[in-house]
């Protein structure tokens, strides 16, 4: 496998592009906002990374957004950005495919439609707040926005939502359905997952997100998108280098193959829960990195993952992972300003039941 | 686009309104019995009882009363994969050394909308969170594969009514790239209070048993259910020594970039996928015995399916299933595959249950009685929300 990646789009707490977020890497400091959340007792308050889509009345007229909800604006404006940054002419669009990936899906727009059904009786629900509920909605949205016509798919799979998503992606370009693929994964904040949040987990840290503490539940939530422009290898060299290899597995059927010194980047989140996988499994000789403390712990979590890859790959150097996600004695963390050599990044990624996905980023000069 | 190896389907499973296994459903179809209802399983305040078709509560689905925190949508596909898994030979069993790849579409199995929960929640209620656990246990390809001891790719397809079709399509492109031996692809979905009071907010549900291409027809009725084909490669099933049902032969989708909700009226993307799935099974118009259409019942639906068919495939019989199923939304697309198959196995199909009275404004109608065909492929098309399009291609089995 060798697929081109082009173009990275990127909508986060961080802010909104690929400057943003390397600007946020080499800074290597994100704060989260604040969102209220019906608690254990009474309202209160916890940390979120929230996304901030205003930047996509740049790319779409506001009327052609009239009726469009966040969860679909997320995943509009991390697609105009990917095309933005590839810098693709609009005439191609129409030879691209589309994949979105999502964990929870426009989850404020559901509870909407419902309260309508609620307030009002079955015979007043919303039509609007139904047909934008629609799993696919934000596809839908993102083909008639950017008159994309080829294949739309968007799959549903939690914390493996972008690898699966990925690996579909890269099968319609092997099997030359498409010329390209609009790939992204996109989810959002809302009240009752932040209320869900808080039975599950607890109020959050205070101190920030520490994802190499494995003992420590640290997680922030976010919300946000990551779009990627995926090709096969034809033309120019891209900047971002390749997709090289998508793995897909369980570990109860054995763990990882994993050279002994492999660069890996760590969907480590701060969950305390899936932690131990990561403690248990890594090579012990792997360098590591992980920078959920700049845009949280959500289930497209692995995009912005692949995102930072990206980055690192363009500009030939490993980014130094945030405060919070350098400490750990027993693990081999990549130092400040490492240069990247000719060595693929691996984005891992471990789920709540063991599955895990691994996707291998690899520059011109390490294939 | 490029031509595409036939994939094997070894074993297939199904049940919803039209019968509890696919044996039941095929006599209901070539019967034309039905019998939509109200809802039982929910309660409505609707001053219209709109019709569904149920699946009964004698039918005994998969751990019930041993798996509670299962929701009905993965019980169903589990129950279906059972089916299928059987039929195929496989039973629960696969060799180690196998890569068994899960993909399967719903919309409801994918949707955190627990009413109760919701209720609770805006009252202030601070309700437990067991039907958030529920909702996460019951990803509907998550649950096949941890109940199968399965660790090849894993994939819930949420791309509203196309998702089964899309399914079956990716998956066996899984098994074309050398990704997996074998594919568990499918549908499924659950009736709920959500989905009803959705559709009929859109007014595109009818108050009486639904009339697919008929001339009076006014929507459709919502239905539940879930259907599972087997997917292997020929090389893995020679070595079981193990006939073919049927072969994927080809596959096409496309979106129509239109409307959220309205299909394109030129069903631009529609022929677009038909095209892309003739092309891939290196197959004419005129090798297709017959087409098991989408057929939701709606006027716009229909008008568009009508005219694309009559002006792509003329002279090729179609029909609707839906009249004997409801639109049971994601697992549409895997139920109408598993019967598709299943007819090209009998070289006959079903009358259009519903259909009595031919709309002038269509070009083409549906088979009004049961007839035989003949021809070395067949097709079965989903058209979705969102403006989705999708198309499989079957051919015959070894059988």
Known sequence: MRIALRGVGVVGGFGCGVDDLRRTLIAGRCSPQTASVAGTEGAGEMPVFLADTSRLAA????????????????????????????RLPPTVRQALGLVIATGYGATRTTFSFLDTVLDHGDACASPTFFSNSVSNAAAAHVSILLKITGPSLTVSQFEMSVPAALLTACQWLEEKRVEGVLVGGVDEYCAVLGYSWQRFFGPGPTTGTRPLEWGRQSAIAGEGAAF??????????????????????????????????????????GHQACARRYARHLPADARVATYTPLYGSLPVGPAFDMAVAALSIKAGRIFAPPPGAGENPGLKIVPRHARLDATPIRCLKFGREGEYAMVTLSGRGSI | MSLQTPVAVSGIGCLCGAGSNLGACLDTLFHGRRQPAPPARFSSSHPTAYPVFEIPPEVSLFGTGQKPQLSR???????????????????????????????????????????????????????????????????????????????GPCQTVVNACSSGTDAIGLGAGWIRSGICDAVIAGGADELCRVTYDGFISLMITDDSPCKPFDATRKGLNLGEGAAILILESQATLRARNHPARAFVRGYGSACDAYHLTAPDPQGQGLRRAIAEALATSGQTPAAVAFVNAHGTGTRDNDRIESRVLSALLPDVPFFSTKGCTGHTLAAAGAIEAAFTVAFLEAQKIPPSAGFTDPDPDLPASPAKRTIGVSGQIAFSQSLAFGGNNAVIVFGKGDT
Request: hydrophobic share 40%; glycine share 10%.
């Open chain 1, 228 to 269: 990627f422009l995926l090709c096969r290898d034809e033309g120019d060299p891209p900047d971002y280098g390749f997709i090289t290899d998508i793995r897909q597995g369980h570990l109860r059927h054995g763990g990882l193959d994993l050279a002994a010194d492999a660069l890996l980047l760590l969907g480590a989140d």
């Open chain 1, 59 to 86: 790319f779409i007229p506001n009327r052609a957004l009239r009726r469009v909800d966040h969860f679909s604006r997320l995943a509009a404006l991390g697609a105009c950005l990917a095309l933005e940054d590839a």
């Open chain 2, 73 to 151: 949508t993965a019980r169903l596909v589990l129950t279906a994969t059972r089916e299928a898994l059987g039929n195929s030979g496989w039973d629960r069993q696969w060799p180690h050394n196998k890569r068994i790849g899960v993909c399967i579409g719903t919309t409801v199995g994918s949707t955190m909308n627990d009413e109760g929960f919701y209720r609770k929640y805006r009252r202030g209620d601070q309700p437990c969170i067991n039907p958030i656990e529920t909702y996460l246990n019951s990803n509907p390809a998550q649950a096949i594969a941890r109940e199968f001891d399965l660790s």
